[in-house]
Nanobody
């Protein structure tokens, strides 16, 4: 069982930066692949970024490539999402997910655990 808690969201102007954190409970977090998804009002939850259990491989949605960076610190049981050059269309609730898996997990339905989400609002 893994419990996830996101933090770091807030209100930022377009062009600004935020760093989201996802803290996980449990001593086996290093066996879980992780990812960030987001959900804007009236839209489905969409893939943003994923990282393997060891942190050696990452993947990004085209819309955030070059602006967002996913990373993890397994010693701290935490996954991060550094978001730079934010745009109004990045406004959404951001969720982190975890799945006991080796590779990159980019499909929402594949995740076993989710956090409660953190709101990111970008003003233009």
């Amino acid at each position: 069982q893994v419990q996830l808690v996101e933090s770091g969201g807030g209100l930022v102007q377009a062009g600004g930066s935020l760093r989201l954190s996802c803290g996980a409970s449990g001593r086996t977090f290093s066996t879980y692949a992780s990812g960030w998804f987001r959900q804007a009002p009236g839209k489905e939850r969409e893939f943003v970024a994923a990282i393997t259990r060891g942190g050696l491989s990452t993947a990004y949605a085209d819309s955030v490539k070059g602006r967002f960076t996913i990373s993890r610190d397994n010693a701290k049981n935490t996954v991060y999402l550094q978001m730079n050059n934010l745009k109004a269309e990045d406004t959404a609730v951001y969720f982190c997910g975890a799945k006991n898996a080796y590779g990159l997990v980019k499909v929402r339905s594949a995740y076993d655990y989710w956090g409660q989400g953190t709101q990111v609002t970008v003003s233009s």
